[in-house]
């Protein structure tokens, strides 16, 4: 206690200085004297002084130096003050004695590891005891009395992230790994763990052991949450949770604080956070000095909660003093507000604002049948030495929402499981969808799938289509091979009766034509395609308007696909033979043997053979429209329609919308299909996003662990040949071949082979083709 006054006394203010290379891993010495920094490129040590830190001595020695310098953590021995040790990106994992007079203080070289070695950890109380992680999935004990290591520890995963032996029992200790699990270990025992469990979903990146408690261990990984354990128990419990803002690179209990811990980022945050694991959702302490991501976090001394020592990648060695740090509590916003799953919605806010006058205080609150629905509670917190939290009085009140009301989420759910995202044209899934959100009663969504089939479907044939509308409309259909005089009959029938309804139309409605305009020709509306452009009835009965007598006069048939750009004679001599008219286009042998029609066949029949100009506007005169369509939807809280949306459109609207928005988008709707258990629906979102940023969340914790079917020990390489007893590893046992393809096995007995082999063997026999006895079945 002596030193640690001393060093107290000496170091009493935030200090920092560059270093050469940015840093890796960092450690001090037991007296709290010294810190030793290291990295891909830099491995020193400094003299921690008043003014600040010194160089001491540079580890790195040698013109060329080697792989072994590269280092990915560094620890300091805690009872041998000359001792170190680094675990090198190359596999190696060096000791060395600071007490050799000569430069080089490497002592020791251990290179049995085949892969970057990601931890080292030196045994509390045995001095020659080390320990070491690597990312080839195994772990390693090393007695440094000898020249191998003692022990080998196969965690039966791709990579070790970190290993911390036990501050309660003197044979255990942690390993936390890259498929979320966390194992614990008896040295004693090397050949299976104790006892393993899921701690995050996703890599397990740190672990640490609570210095007080000592059944406790806290993990951070890669889902950017912080768990504490209780490890005294039977049954692995999970005492508490804190939820960060990114990925979690270090963890490290607090000294003398029984619930604080300090935590820094792997990505995007550069800050180091002290939390209080009993307040999960805010930080009671943040240091915020650094430019880069932190890579190290320890603290100065083992009895010592007010100095931090940290480094970076911005190639800095910071010591905080804990005084000097940033509340954000003082910065939080003290209203918050919250709706539930099912409608129900929270509100808390300062004591003072919930206690105002009524007329103040009751504006907008709404109240339920029943009673007073609002459920006051206050929290009132003693003064503690070592909380030091703003101490606040704060009440809840919960508005729960009527039984029967129309909150509820069946439409969601039932939206989620019936719309279709892939699998058939454009067109149909449009429709389809359509269809669903009519029959769920939300016209809106409906609408909009109905404009989106409109806005991007391939464009028809114009002439069937034109075809088609006619068909509709109850005219004959227009078929360009038919000669006219082959349907002069039934035309002519058809003509004399709508002649006669024609003049009693207008004999009746003569003041009043431009308001009948539909009705006239026929009983109901009929549509008249001239071209893609609908011609005014105007334009077809313009004669007839002014010269009702004249019925009988005969008139050519439109020769122009466009609407006519000059006035037509009222009283032409003679009609003009058509095959003298070789400028127009759309005049066909056949129908050149017909000289004229009378009027209604001349806007009966109108035959284009093609359009001169196109009908359609291209897909992307739509984008902004959708774009801000989408927008809205999301705004509305409405990211089932959005995302939706954005899978079915693909890459019609994907460059239109950023990314950031797009994976924000998709994050939402997941999270909301996960909450409803919806798995299969969130898996389908998955994988048919475009964003890298969601794709890769069903890449997560797939890696398959395989055993040699002959040694039944872990396969670590990726060929067909087991490493250790050399045989084939995945042999067929029907047609005993190597399977290279699809291998399917009994998780009974654990043989198998071949797909089609297995499944044609089981069709003749229950038992096991390489002949253990079990009864083996393919389901």
């Known amino acids: 206690m002596e030193k640690m006054t001393k ?97 080089n203080k490497q002592e020791q070289l251990f290179t049995e590891h085949k892969r970057t070695v990601n931890k080292v950890c030196f045994h509390p109380t045995e001095v020659h005891m080390l320990l070491s992680g690597s990312q080839d999935g195994f772990m390693k004990c090393f007695d440094l009395r000898k020249k191998e290591s003692v022990s080998t520890f196969s965690g039966q995963s791709e990579s070790v992230r970190d290993v911390q032996f036990s501050m309660k029992d003197y044979f255990t200790f942690a390993a936390s790994f890259e498929n979320g699990n966390v194992q614990l270990w008896d040295i004693r025992r090397p050949d299976r763990y104790e006892r393993m469990f899921t701690a995050h979903t996703g890599p397990v990146f740190c672990c640490d052991w609570h210095p007080e408690d000592r059944g406790w261990l806290a993990t951070g990984g890669r889902d950017k949450m912080v768990k504490v354990w209780d490890m005294s128990t039977n049954r692995v419990k999970e005492i508490y949770c804190v939820q960060t803002i990114a990925s979690v690179a270090r963890v490290k209990w607090r000294p003398e604080r029984r619930y604080h811990l300090a935590t820094c980022s792997m990505m995007v945050d550069h800050n180091i956070y002290v939390w209080d694991v009993r307040r999960p959702f805010i930080p009671f302490a943040t240091f915020e000095e650094h430019k880069d991501v932190t890579t190290g976090i320890v603290w100065r001394h083992q009895h010592d909660p007010y100095y931090l020592l940290s480094g970076s990648k911005d190639s800095t060695l910071y010591q905080h003093m804990f005084k000097d740090a940033s509340r954000p509590v003082d910065r939080a916003n003290p209203e918050g507000l919250c709706f539930g799953l099912f409608g129900d919605l929270a509100f808390a806010a300062k004591e003072s604002l919930m206690t105002a006058p009524s007329s103040v205080g009751e504006v907008g609150r709404k109240t339920y049948p029943g009673g007073d629905r609002r459920y006051p509670i206050f929290f009132f917190k003693k003064p503690d030495v070592t909380e030091q939290f703003a101490q606040v009085s704060s009440a809840l009140s919960v508005f729960e929402s009527e039984a029967g009301s129309a909150v509820g989420m069946d439409w969601f759910i039932k939206t989620a499981q019936s719309y279709l995202l892939s699998g058939k044209p ?213 990211v089932q329609t959005a995302v939706s949306v954005l899978i079915v459109l693909g890459e019609r609207i994907r460059k239109e919308i950023d990314e ?56 670590s390489n990726k060929g067909w040949i087991c490493d250790r007893c050399h045989q084939c590893a995945s042999v067929c046992a029907v047609c005993h071949h190597v399977v290279k393809g699809l291998f399917v096995w009994c998780q009974g007995c654990s043989h198998g082979g071949h797909l089609e082999h297995v499944k044609d063997w089981l069709k003749q026999s229950d038992h096991c083709p390489a002949g253990c006895g079990h009864l083996c079945e393919y389901t």
């Open 660 to 715: 950031l928005t797009q994976e924000h988008w998709y994050m939402s709707y997941i999270d909301l299909l996960q909450r409803f258990e919806l798995w299969n629906v969130s898996n389908e979102v998955i994988k048919l996003s475009t964003c890298g940023a969601i794709t890769c969340l069903n890449q997560a914790s797939t890696t398959l662990h395989i055993n040699c079917s002959n040694c039944k020990r872990p396969m």
């Open 7 to 103: 060093v107290s006394t000496i170091n009493g203010r935030t200090m920092f200085c560059h270093l050469d290379a940015p840093a890796n891993a960092i450690s001090v010495c037991r007296d709290a004297t010294q810190v030793v920094v290291a990295g891909r490129n830099i491995f020193k040590i400094y003299g921690l002084e008043e003014d600040g830190f010194v160089e001491r001595l540079n580890l790195r020695v040698g013109r060329k130096p080697s792989l072994n310098f590269s280092c990915a953590d560094v620890m300091w021995h805690q009872m041998e003050e000359n001792l170190l040790a680094t675990a090198a990106t190359n596999g190696a994992v060096v000791t060395w004695n600071l007490a050799r007079p000569c430069r």
């Open 426 to 638: 454009f067109g149909e899934l449009c429709e389809h969808n359509a269809q669903v959100a009519k029959r769920l009663n939300r016209p809106q969504e409906s609408t909009t799938w109905t404009m989106l089939r409109i806005m991007f479907s391939e464009p028809a044939n114009p002439s069937m289509s034109a075809n088609h509308n006619l068909n509709k409309s109850g005219n004959l259909p227009l078929v360009n091979s038919f000669g006219m005089k082959e349907m002069s009959a039934a035309l002519n029938e058809r003509n004399k009766e709508n002649r006669q309804d024609n003049i009693h139309n207008l004999d009746s409605n003569h003041n009043n034509n431009d308001d009948n305009e539909e009705t006239e020709g026929s009983e109901g509306q009929a549509e008249y395609l001239f071209g893609d452009a609908e011609l005014d009835d105007d334009d077809l009965y313009s004669m007839e308007h002014e010269n009702p007598a004249a019925e009988e006069t005969e008139y050519l048939l439109p020769q122009e696909a466009f609407p006519i750009r000059h006035e037509i004679m009222d009283h032409p001599s003679a009609p003009e033979p058509l095959q003298e008219k070789p400028e127009s286009p759309h005049v066909s042998g056949s129908e050149a043997e017909s000289m004229c029609l009378t009027p209604m066949e001349s806007f009966s029949l109108i035959s284009v053979s093609q359009l001169l100009f196109s009908p359609h506007l291209p897909p992307k005169f739509f984008c902004p429209i959708v774009k801000e369509m989408l927008c809205y939807y999301a705004e509305q809280g409405d």
